[in-house]
């Protein structure tokens, strides 16, 4: 069965860099573009970035944009978000999801996430 | 960008009510839209692709209709279960962009 474990989560302070990692199992990994979305605590979801399935093309929301990046190995079967220059706004509980070659694109399956919080 | 608004921002009904709930694009998405569930500590779930295409496995009395602008999110008859936030999405470009989320409660 597919699934997607995210890591790399913690408590970091402002400025500093994290990375972030999803393995997924359960599916031919190299065959799906993969999304970050990010929720903060109480709010709502943000998109955050995707990689195409052969990691050549990159797309970012405007607010992390030059600050995460997202790459992909598909070796060993992981998505990864290095976040950099983080913000208190940065805070939240990161998610990795597939995108369907299947259901027109959408996310058809979601991990559990990872929290990140900054602090000062 | 393409800003996505729901509505209500919450509503409180009770079993077996149909509800419905509501989203609007700031510009023409066509038919590029999802609805997904989530409930308090998950993550999301995929219940509608294509403005109106159910995922396998979701209980027929969700159901998507809309183009365009304007689209909306039906649960037939309201069941227990179905208590949580629901958001719309947009994906016919980048960036992606999500609804605000509606949460539905159960009187």
């Known amino acids: 069965q597919v699934q997607l474990v995210e890591s790399g989560g913690g408590v970091v302070q402002t400025g500093r860099s994290l990375r972030l990692a999803c393995a997924a199992s359960?599916?031919?990994?190299?065959?799906?573009?993969m999304h970050w979305v990010r929720q903060a605590p109480g709010e709502g979801l943000e998109w955050v970035a995707v990689?195409?399935?052969?990691?050549?093309?990159?797309y970012y929301a405007d607010s992390v944009k030059g600050r995460f990046t997202i790459s992909r190995d598909d070796s060993k079967n992981t998505v990864y978000l290095q976040v950099n220059s983080l913000r208190a706004e940065d805070t939240a509980v990161y998610y990795c999801a597939r995108e369907s070659i299947v259901s027109s694109s959408c996310l058809d399956y979601w991990g559990q996430g990872t929290l990140v919080t900054v602090s000062s | 960008d393409i800003q996505m608004t729901q509505s209500p921002s919450t509503l409180s009904a009770s079993v077996g009510d149909r509800v419905t709930i509501t989203c609007r694009a700031s510009q023409s998405i066509t038919t590029w839209l999802a609805w997904y569930q989530q409930k308090p500590g998950k993550a999301p779930k995929l219940l509608i692709n294509k403005a109106s295409r159910l995922e396998s496995g979701v209980p027929s009395r969700f159901s998507g209709s809309g183009s365009g602008t304007e689209f909306t999110l039906t649960i037939s008859s309201l069941q227990p279960d179905d208590s949580a936030t629901y958001y719309c999405?947009?994906?016919?470009?980048?960036?992606?962009?999500f609804g605000q989320g509606t949460k539905v409660e159960i009187k």
């Open positions: 999405q947009k994906y016919n470009r980048y960036p992606w962009t």
């Open positions: 359960g599916f031919t990994f190299s065959s799906y573009p």
């Open positions: 990689i195409s399935y052969d990691g050549s093309d990159e």
